[in-house]
Structures are given as C-alpha cells and as structure tokens.
C-alpha cells in the first residue's frame, strides 16, 4: 500500500480556521464577519461557525462595540509559550551560561508583559553575596535595566499608551517623571544597553542589552545583576555592558537576527 501524502491528511476545517487567524496581520486589528466571508471565499454562515468556535476556546473574541472580531489573549499565550519553550529560552541557555562564566555575576534573560518584565530563566554566580533569583517574578519595566531597554525604542505616543500613570518610586533613584523617563530612553534606545542604577531595589545594580529575532523585533532582553559594591561604574563600562551587549546579539543571531 503506497504511502499517503501529508496533504492527504488535511482538515479542511482546521485549514479554514487557521486562514480566518491569518487574516489578523500587521495593521489588521478588527475584521467583521461580511470581511472576512470575502477574503476567505466562504459562506457568512460558515464564517460565523469558525468564528464561534474559535471564540468559545479565547483564540478570538467580539468587540461589542463595533461588533468586529479581533485576536484573543490564547493566540497571545501561545506565542508566548513558543517563545518560551521553542525559542528564545532553548537558544539562550548556553550564552546565558557562558555569560556567567565569563563574568560570575547572576544574569537573566527576560520578556516584556503588559507593564512588567518577567525573568525566563537564570543563571546564578557562585559568589555568596548575590541578587535573589526573580524568576517567574513581575517587575516594573520602568525602573529595571531588562524592561528599559525594551521599551526604549518605542514611540512617545506609544510610550504615553504603555507607562503608568503614576509612578511608584521604589528607590530614591527611581525616575518618576514621565519627561525625565522619556529622555532617559531616548538615551538607553541610542546607546543600545540599559542601566538599572539602584532603581528597584537598593545596592543592587543591573545592566541589559535587547534581544531582536529575525523580524528585527525585540523579544526580549539579557541583563546582568549584582550589588553595587561590585558593580562600579568602571567595570560596567569596560567590562559588563560589553559582555550583555554581545550576549544579546548572540542570541539574537540564532533567533535569525541579521544586522
């Protein structure tokens, strides 16, 4: 018995429901049903079907306003999980190693959500005094070297959309203005690394550098933590912000990342 093709084995109605997600694209944000019926060349009816379907398990969801239908938080999740498990995570693990190697200081890689950063993975020094390890932890983008420099190369519109309204001063060198933020970024996007100076937590200073993948989008962020005694301004310069810098395109590079 000859062996069946893969496309032998195709769902039609998963190949349909997987189109009706494509259809959300770049500037494509709500498309309503009678849109939809178009670019798929399907019936309304059986339009409404996938988007029913799809929108029982949160991959879609109805905007009661306009009565559109835009992407639900399950697509998100998923990327993030891809990210997480199949990407970025897989690729960074050894560079993160060779890091710590390099410099014995405790280094994270991290993902920007919602207004938070959250730490992926982590790789410890060995030194007693060290930085607790904050995995799985939310911390504010605003005051840490990771969230910073992913957020720096947004646009003030955008920036406007995404930072709180008010600022919570965590150190007494936490920046709680929005203008003085707005220049520091644009500081940290043209320098290409960020410096969390005792901003979160006292003694404790951090330096991270962003990760790009092969859409030239940031995806995430290395950063190197350590007291402040240990941290002088001398050795971050000549030695960590080179270090985080050359971590992050590493693995950027294997998430397909080209200069």
């Known amino acids: 018995m000859a062996k069946k093709e893969k496309s032998e084995y195709l769902i039609q109605a998963v190949s349909h429901a997987l189109d009706l997600l494509e259809q959300f694209h770049d500037d494509v944000d709500e498309l309503g049903v009678t849109e939809l019926s178009k670019r798929l060349k399907l019936h309304k009816n059986n339009v409404f079907r996938l988007l029913a379907t799809l929108e029982s398990r949160g991959y879609i969801e109805q905007n009661r306003v306009t009565e559109n239908y835009r992407l639900g938080l399950k697509t998100l999740e998923l990327g993030q999980i891809f990210i997480k498990q199949m990407g970025l995570l897989r690729q960074a693990k050894p560079i993160l ?37 904050r995995v799985g932890s939310r911390l504010p983008a605003y005051c840490t070297a990771a969230g910073k420099i992913q957020i720096a190369y947004m646009t003030d519109e955008e920036l406007d959309q995404f930072l709180p309204k008010e600022f919570k001063g965590y150190t007494s060198k936490t920046i709680t203005s929005r203008e003085e933020l707005k220049k520091h970024l644009h500081l940290v996007a043209e320098q290409g690394w960020a410096l969390d100076n005792e901003e979160l937590d006292p003694g404790v200073r951090c330096v991270g550098a962003p ?49």
């Open 97 to 133: 190693e060779d890091l710590v190697k390099k410099c014995n200081e405790t280094s994270y890689v991290a993902i920007l959500k919602e207004q938070h950063i959250v730490y992926l993975d982590v790789v410890e020094t060995d030194l007693t005094v060290r930085v607790v390890p």
């Open 211 to 259: 990760i790009r993948d092969y859409t030239r989008r940031i995806v995430g962020a290395v950063s190197i933590s350590g007291p402040s005694m240990r941290f002088s301004d001398e050795r971050i310069e000549k030695e960590l912000i080179p270090l985080v810098v050359q971590a992050a395109e590493d693995i950027s590079t294997k998430l397909g990342y080209h200069k």
